[in-house]
Protein backbone atom coordinates (compact mmCIF):
# COMPACT_ATOMS: atom_id res chain seq x y z
CA UNK A 1 0.00 0.00 0.00
CA UNK A 2 1.19 3.65 -0.64
CA UNK A 3 2.25 5.61 2.12
CA UNK A 4 -0.22 8.00 2.71
CA UNK A 5 -1.63 8.80 6.81
CA UNK A 6 -4.08 11.12 7.38
CA UNK A 7 -4.23 12.79 10.60
CA UNK A 8 -6.75 12.97 12.92
CA UNK A 9 -8.83 9.61 11.58
CA UNK A 10 -12.04 11.23 14.18
CA UNK A 11 -12.87 14.59 15.29
CA UNK A 12 -16.05 16.29 16.34
CA UNK A 13 -15.56 19.83 16.31
CA UNK A 14 -17.95 22.82 17.36
CA UNK A 15 -19.53 25.89 14.73
CA UNK A 16 -16.81 28.22 14.06
CA UNK A 17 -13.77 26.72 15.45
CA UNK A 18 -11.07 25.97 12.72
CA UNK A 19 -9.76 22.46 11.82
CA UNK A 20 -6.21 21.48 9.51
CA UNK A 21 -6.33 18.25 8.70
CA UNK A 22 -3.15 16.32 7.91
CA UNK A 23 -2.26 14.16 4.78
CA UNK A 24 1.43 12.95 5.11
CA UNK A 25 2.93 10.72 2.01
CA UNK A 26 6.49 9.09 1.74
CA UNK A 27 6.12 8.37 -1.71
CA UNK A 28 7.72 11.48 -3.57
CA UNK A 29 4.54 12.22 -5.31
CA UNK A 30 3.69 14.89 -7.32
CA UNK A 31 0.27 16.10 -6.90
CA UNK A 32 -1.92 15.39 -3.41
CA UNK A 33 -5.61 16.02 -3.41
CA UNK A 34 -7.87 16.58 -0.85
CA UNK A 35 -11.92 14.96 -1.53
CA UNK A 36 -14.89 14.82 0.92
CA UNK A 37 -17.36 12.08 0.51
CA UNK A 38 -20.96 12.42 1.31
CA UNK A 39 -24.26 10.12 0.76
CA UNK A 40 -25.23 10.57 -2.68
CA UNK A 41 -22.76 12.77 -4.08
CA UNK A 42 -19.55 10.40 -3.93
CA UNK A 43 -16.08 11.97 -4.17
CA UNK A 44 -16.21 15.80 -4.84
CA UNK A 45 -12.80 17.41 -5.16
CA UNK A 46 -12.02 20.31 -2.96
CA UNK A 47 -8.48 21.43 -3.44
CA UNK A 48 -5.42 19.50 -5.06
CA UNK A 49 -1.32 20.47 -5.26
CA UNK A 50 1.19 19.88 -8.14
CA UNK A 51 4.16 20.38 -6.42
CA UNK A 52 5.51 23.05 -2.73
CA UNK A 53 3.64 25.76 -2.74
CA UNK A 54 1.52 25.15 -6.25
CA UNK A 55 -2.30 24.41 -5.50
CA UNK A 56 -5.37 24.91 -7.49
CA UNK A 57 -9.54 24.74 -6.24
CA UNK A 58 -11.75 21.66 -7.11
CA UNK A 59 -15.60 21.57 -7.27
CA UNK A 60 -16.02 22.36 -3.61
CA UNK A 61 -13.59 24.73 -2.26
CA UNK A 62 -15.66 27.53 -0.92
CA UNK A 63 -14.69 27.78 3.17
CA UNK A 64 -11.70 25.73 2.46
CA UNK A 65 -7.83 26.30 1.92
CA UNK A 66 -4.94 24.21 1.63
CA UNK A 67 -0.67 24.71 2.11
CA UNK A 68 2.04 22.42 0.82
CA UNK A 69 5.26 24.04 2.53
CA UNK A 70 6.67 20.41 1.90
CA UNK A 71 6.35 17.64 -0.74
CA UNK A 72 5.59 15.28 1.35
CA UNK A 73 2.70 17.23 3.44
CA UNK A 74 -0.38 18.98 2.32
CA UNK A 75 -2.93 20.51 4.90
CA UNK A 76 -5.95 21.25 4.78
CA UNK A 77 -8.08 23.83 6.91
CA UNK A 78 -11.85 24.66 7.71
CA UNK A 79 -11.50 28.56 8.82
CA UNK A 80 -15.07 28.49 10.39
CA UNK A 81 -16.24 25.15 10.52
CA UNK A 82 -19.79 24.96 9.65
CA UNK A 83 -22.13 21.78 10.27
CA UNK A 84 -22.51 21.36 6.17
CA UNK A 85 -18.76 20.48 6.19
CA UNK A 86 -19.61 17.08 8.16
CA UNK A 87 -18.48 14.50 6.26
CA UNK A 88 -15.64 12.02 5.37
CA UNK A 89 -12.53 13.60 4.23
CA UNK A 90 -9.75 11.87 2.06
CA UNK A 91 -6.65 12.68 0.88
CA UNK A 92 -4.89 11.34 -1.73
CA UNK A 93 -1.80 11.13 -3.92
CA UNK A 94 -0.71 10.88 -7.29
CA UNK A 95 3.10 10.42 -9.16
CA UNK A 96 3.21 12.82 -11.82
CA UNK A 97 1.08 13.87 -14.39
CA UNK A 98 -2.59 14.51 -11.76
CA UNK A 99 -4.40 13.32 -14.93
CA UNK A 100 -7.47 10.30 -15.28
CA UNK A 101 -5.50 7.68 -16.32
CA UNK A 102 -2.75 8.32 -13.69
CA UNK A 103 -3.45 6.26 -10.55
CA UNK A 104 -4.49 7.75 -7.01
CA UNK A 105 -3.33 6.30 -4.15
CA UNK A 106 -6.18 6.86 -1.45
CA UNK A 107 -5.44 7.61 2.29
CA UNK A 108 -7.46 6.34 5.10
CA UNK A 109 -10.19 8.98 5.76
CA UNK A 110 -10.69 11.63 8.13
CA UNK A 111 -14.23 11.54 9.98
CA UNK A 112 -15.26 15.38 10.71
CA UNK A 113 -18.16 16.22 12.73
CA UNK A 114 -19.32 19.58 13.07
CA UNK A 115 -21.93 20.22 15.50
CA UNK B 1 -17.38 20.22 -18.69
CA UNK B 2 -17.45 16.49 -19.38
CA UNK B 3 -19.97 14.82 -17.34
CA UNK B 4 -20.57 11.10 -16.07
CA UNK B 5 -23.52 8.79 -15.50
CA UNK B 6 -23.58 6.06 -13.37
CA UNK B 7 -26.52 3.67 -12.04
CA UNK B 8 -26.98 4.74 -8.24
CA UNK B 9 -26.83 0.61 -7.39
CA UNK B 10 -26.99 -2.86 -8.44
CA UNK B 11 -27.81 -6.21 -7.33
CA UNK B 12 -26.77 -9.43 -8.39
CA UNK B 13 -25.37 -13.03 -6.92
CA UNK B 14 -22.69 -14.67 -6.14
CA UNK B 15 -20.98 -16.05 -9.29
CA UNK B 16 -22.74 -14.19 -11.46
CA UNK B 17 -21.40 -11.78 -14.07
CA UNK B 18 -22.00 -8.30 -13.42
CA UNK B 19 -21.88 -5.16 -15.90
CA UNK B 20 -21.52 -1.71 -14.87
CA UNK B 21 -21.39 1.03 -17.32
CA UNK B 22 -20.51 4.77 -17.00
CA UNK B 23 -21.55 7.26 -19.83
CA UNK B 24 -19.38 9.85 -20.58
CA UNK B 25 -19.02 12.76 -22.99
CA UNK B 26 -16.52 15.06 -24.41
CA UNK B 27 -13.54 13.61 -22.30
CA UNK B 28 -10.29 14.52 -22.81
CA UNK B 29 -8.89 13.19 -25.98
CA UNK B 30 -5.55 11.48 -24.84
CA UNK B 31 -6.48 10.30 -21.44
CA UNK B 32 -6.93 7.51 -19.97
CA UNK B 33 -10.53 6.09 -18.53
CA UNK B 34 -9.98 4.50 -14.87
CA UNK B 35 -12.23 2.68 -12.30
CA UNK B 36 -11.77 2.48 -8.56
CA UNK B 37 -13.71 0.37 -6.01
CA UNK B 38 -14.08 1.39 -2.71
CA UNK B 39 -15.04 -0.75 0.39
CA UNK B 40 -16.72 0.61 3.87
CA UNK B 41 -14.12 3.02 6.22
CA UNK B 42 -11.43 2.35 3.33
CA UNK B 43 -10.69 4.75 0.64
CA UNK B 44 -11.04 3.72 -3.27
CA UNK B 45 -8.58 1.94 -4.58
CA UNK B 46 -7.19 1.41 -8.31
CA UNK B 47 -8.90 -1.47 -10.27
CA UNK B 48 -8.40 -1.13 -14.03
CA UNK B 49 -7.91 1.71 -16.71
CA UNK B 50 -8.03 1.68 -20.53
CA UNK B 51 -7.84 3.66 -23.51
CA UNK B 52 -9.70 2.07 -25.97
CA UNK B 53 -11.31 -1.50 -26.86
CA UNK B 54 -10.88 -3.94 -23.70
CA UNK B 55 -8.62 -4.57 -21.07
CA UNK B 56 -8.27 -7.16 -18.41
CA UNK B 57 -6.67 -7.49 -15.48
CA UNK B 58 -6.88 -10.48 -12.58
CA UNK B 59 -9.70 -8.66 -11.22
CA UNK B 60 -11.93 -7.34 -14.11
CA UNK B 61 -12.55 -6.36 -17.47
CA UNK B 62 -12.83 -2.69 -18.92
CA UNK B 63 -14.74 -2.56 -22.13
CA UNK B 64 -14.56 1.11 -23.80
CA UNK B 65 -16.11 1.28 -27.61
CA UNK B 66 -14.43 3.74 -30.01
CA UNK B 67 -16.09 6.60 -29.49
CA UNK B 68 -15.50 6.58 -26.01
CA UNK B 69 -18.74 7.84 -25.11
CA UNK B 70 -18.67 5.52 -22.41
CA UNK B 71 -16.79 2.50 -20.42
CA UNK B 72 -18.39 -1.27 -18.74
CA UNK B 73 -16.75 -1.99 -15.92
CA UNK B 74 -17.18 -6.38 -16.00
CA UNK B 75 -16.78 -8.22 -12.98
CA UNK B 76 -16.52 -12.16 -13.32
CA UNK B 77 -18.44 -14.69 -11.33
CA UNK B 78 -18.61 -11.99 -8.25
CA UNK B 79 -18.72 -12.80 -4.98
CA UNK B 80 -19.52 -11.31 -1.54
CA UNK B 81 -16.23 -9.42 -1.07
CA UNK B 82 -17.17 -7.76 -4.61
CA UNK B 83 -20.04 -5.68 -2.67
CA UNK B 84 -18.43 -2.20 -2.95
CA UNK B 85 -19.24 1.39 -4.67
CA UNK B 86 -17.64 1.61 -7.64
CA UNK B 87 -16.83 4.73 -9.27
CA UNK B 88 -15.37 5.49 -12.69
CA UNK B 89 -13.20 8.63 -13.57
CA UNK B 90 -12.34 10.28 -16.80
CA UNK B 91 -10.87 14.07 -17.34
CA UNK B 92 -11.95 16.59 -19.17
CA UNK B 93 -9.69 19.77 -20.92
CA UNK B 94 -6.82 20.50 -22.18
CA UNK B 95 -3.56 21.69 -20.35
CA UNK B 96 -4.65 24.93 -19.22
CA UNK B 97 -8.20 23.93 -18.03
CA UNK B 98 -7.66 19.99 -17.14
CA UNK B 99 -10.39 18.85 -14.85
CA UNK B 100 -10.96 15.35 -13.17
CA UNK B 101 -14.96 14.42 -13.35
CA UNK B 102 -15.71 11.29 -11.13
CA UNK B 103 -18.76 9.33 -11.29
CA UNK B 104 -21.06 9.36 -8.60
CA UNK B 105 -20.51 5.56 -7.98
CA UNK B 106 -22.35 2.78 -8.13
CA UNK B 107 -23.47 0.70 -5.14
CA UNK B 108 -22.95 -3.05 -5.72
CA UNK B 109 -24.36 -5.17 -3.57
CA UNK B 110 -24.22 -9.19 -4.15
CA UNK B 111 -26.09 -11.74 -2.33
CA UNK B 112 -25.98 -15.62 -1.75
Known amino acids: DAGITQSPRHKVTETGTPVTLRCHQT?????MYWYRQDPGHGLRLIHY???????DKGEVSDGYSVSRSKTEDFLLTLESATSSQTSVYFC??????????????FGPGTRLLVL | LAKTTQPISMDSYEGQEVNITCSHNNIATNDYITWYQQFPSQGPRFIIQ?????VTNEVASLFIPADRKSSTLSLPRVSLSDTAVYYCLVGDGGDSNYQLIWGAGTKLIIKP
Open chain 1, 49 to 55: SYGVKDT
Open chain 1, 27 to 31: ENHRY
Open chain 2, 50 to 54: GYKTK
Open chain 1, 92 to 105: AISESSGRAGETQY
